[in-house]
């Protein structure tokens, strides 16, 4: 079983479309989860953190599951300039900050 | 200001070669990282390195050796380039917290825009 499991996609939305994503992750002592946003041949950068109480950083969502080892990002509102490669990313504790990094979703916003 | 840079961003080259990727970081980060993408977009950590300690993955060849010559820089050096070696490699840094703190937010890492090596 993969560490960290996305369903890869694509997904394809019209823009002001609602779009939800979701990542499981395999090891219990992951500590500390993220949603990276990754452009076609740009570097990953960090879109939120993920905290065991949900958080949302404007038009995103972000939930944890812990007890079912589940991560989601709600994108509500889409828009074109949203269209990108979403990267589940957890960090194990104890593993010197490396990070585990999913193969990602991506996500095409259409007009 | 570029927080993570990489040079060359581009490198070609053929089987056998050494070849050389530098990395720099402004951030005072204390904890410095190689990723390696591959051609079907997989990011994989390589090594994370402090001024106390380098953790290697395992499943990396001992051709590629990361090189810090002091806590800005962490330069990947690789010898005898493989076809298998083209890839896009990713510089990151973190603060030092990384995930033995606990600390929200030491944890995250800012990626470099990659070296693309393509080896023929």
């Known amino acids: 079983r993969k560490e960290v499991e996305q369903d890869p996609g694509p997904f394809n939305v019209p823009e002001g479309a609602t779009v939800a994503f979701n990542c499981t992750y395999s090891?219990?002592?992951?500590?500390?989860f993220f949603w990276y946003r990754q452009d076609c041949r740009k570097e990953p950068k960090l879109l939120m953190s993920?905290?065991?109480s949900g958080n949302e950083d404007g038009r995103f969502t972000a939930q944890l599951n812990r007890a079912s080892q589940y991560i989601s990002l709600l994108i509500r509102d889409s828009k074109l300039s949203d269209s990108a490669t979403y990267l589940c990313?957890?960090?194990?504790?104890?593993?010197?900050?490396?990070?585990?990094f999913g193969k990602g979703t991506k996500l095409s916003v259409k007009p | 200001d570029t927080a993570v840079s990489q040079t060359p961003k581009y490198l070609v080259t053929q089987m056998g070669n050494d070849k050389s990727i530098k990395c720099e970081q402004n951030?005072?980060?204390?904890?410095m990282y190689w990723y390696k993408q591959d051609s079907k977009k997989f990011l994989k950590i390589m090594f994370s390195?402090?001024?106390?300690?380098?953790?290697i993955n395992e499943t990396v060849p001992n051709r590629f050796s990361p090189k810090s010559p002091d806590k800005a820089h962490l330069n990947l050096h690789i010898n005898s380039l493989e076809l298998g070696d083209s890839a896009v490699y990713f510089c990151?840094?973190?603060?030092?917290?990384?995930?033995?703190?606990?600390?929200?937010?030491?944890?995250?890492?800012?990626f470099g825009p990659g070296t693309r090596l393509t080896v023929l």
């Open positions: 990151a840094s973190s603060h030092s917290g990384g995930a033995t703190s606990g600390r929200l937010g030491t944890d995250t890492q800012y």
């Open positions: 090891n219990s002592a992951s500590q500390s």
């Open positions: 993920v905290y065991s």
């Open positions: 990313v957890v960090n194990i504790r104890g593993s010197q900050g490396n990070l585990i």
């Open positions: 951030l005072g980060h204390d904890t």
């Open positions: 390195y402090n001024n106390k300690e380098l953790i």
